[in-house]
């Protein structure tokens, strides 16, 4: 059974940092396009960051220069550093992987980030 389980979000003040990790069972990180998901209040879910297999990274605009995603595939984990945190990053948080073999798609709960003015 595959599972995804986020962790670290919190309350933080403008211009903080938080580290999330997104621990994984039943998959290996290594065959996964991961990425992080963010949806705040009355908004779409938005892409925040992606890290593909081979390691390659992509951010959103908004979020360029401050977030950085990574993974650590001997201890199949994930994270997302965010720095210089703004009250527009409040969001829930979600962990992604999907499959390069199969295609399959997988999601964690979800964890909340609050950024205070």
């Known amino acids: 059974q595959v599972q995804l389980v986020e962790s670290g979000g919190g309350m933080v003040q403008t211009g903080g940092s938080l580290r999330l990790s997104c621990a994984a069972s039943?998959?290996?990180?290594?065959?996964?396009?991961m990425n992080w998901y963010r949806q705040a209040p009355e908004k779409q879910r938005e892409l925040v960051a992606s890290l593909t297999e081979a390691g390659s990274t992509d951010y959103a605009d908004s979020v360029k220069g401050r977030f950085t995603i990574s993974r650590d595939n001997a201890k199949n984990m994930m994270y997302l550093q965010m720095n210089s945190l703004k009250p527009e990053d409040t969001a829930v948080y979600h962990c992604h992987c999907q499959s390069t073999y199969s295609g399959r798609d997988y999601w964690g709960q979800g964890t909340q980030v609050t950024v205070s003015s």
């Open positions: 039943g998959i290996s990180f290594g065959i996964c396009a």
